[in-house]
């Protein structure tokens, strides 16, 4: 019994995908033209939106980080060279001001790169539904 029941399940799984071969030949839609509808739009374009939040999220702590590193080097290096605490701290003061200056820089070139890289697939796309229309 076992047996037929379970040739009588491939039979029709074999014959579900013959359907659908012949489907998606008549259509000669491939899946990555098919078309999308308002609410798989809403939900790309959602989850696209929590992954640029995430990133932001993840750019913003890397003046922090950069500071941070530097900092430390610099309060071992002077250690290690016996530099007198004064001197140190000031020292460490402009070297943090410094850096963090930097890790800013360049958070905000990320962010304009993130922007234009934005940019560019809004255009792709604006595109692409362009061209079914016409």
Not at 12 to 35: F, K, L, M, Y
Not at 88 to 93: E, F, G, N, P, W
């Amino acid at each position: 019994m076992d047996w037929e029941e379970k040739n009588g399940k491939e039979t029709d799984n074999t014959q579900e995908d013959v359907r659908e071969a012949e489907s998606t030949g008549e259509d000669n839609v491939e899946p990555e033209e098919e078309i999308e509808t308002a609410a798989q739009r809403e939900a790309r374009e959602k989850r696209e939106e929590e992954e640029r939040k995430e990133k932001a999220r993840k750019r913003k702590l890397i003046p922090p980080f950069v500071t941070l590193l530097a900092g430390a080097i610099v309060s071992i290096t002077m250690r290690i060279l016996h530099y007198e605490t004064l001197k140190m701290l000031i020292i460490l003061l402009c070297v943090l001001l410094c850096f963090y200056f930097v890790g800013r820089v360049l958070q905000i070139m990320l962010d304009r790169f993130e922007l234009q890289i934005q940019e560019a697939h809004m255009e792709e796309g604006e595109v692409i539904e362009k061209e079914p229309s016409e």
